[in-house]
């Protein structure tokens, strides 16, 4: 089967790195429901929610912004929102919250989302210093 793959990304939502950020939240969100509810478990959770959930919302924030500075400054805050992540990450399966079944492979996004988003940034800044 063959099917052409439209390219051109018209919408925040179209990006990939969106996308994994979107879904980590959400499966982020979904597996710390069920934590037990005590001033240090919350604190780790209320984190790692605010970090993660930043990173999406910062490269939708910046899909629409009118310069590519200012698309820099956004996916270089969610690229550091990433790493934020990864470190509330490493406090759950170290202080053995989770299994490490469950948070590997988030870290294991993690570090992909940072290696996507250092690209775009890497490629957005080559462009930038081109066109002056």
Known sequence: MNVKKDKQVRHFTDLVVWKKAHNLFVDIFKKTGDLPRQIGVNTIVDQILR????????IAE????????????????ALNSASETENWL???????LLANDIVIPWLDVCSEIE????????NLSKKLTTSH
Do not use: E, P
């Open 90 to 96: 490493y406090k759950i399966k170290d202080c053995n």
């Open 115 to 122: 290696k996507m988003l250092q690209k775009m940034i890497q």
């Open 51 to 58: 970090s993660c959930g930043s990173i999406s919302a910062n």
């Open 62 to 77: 910046g899909f629409n912004t009118r310069t590519t500075k200012h698309y820099i400054h956004y996916l270089d805050t």
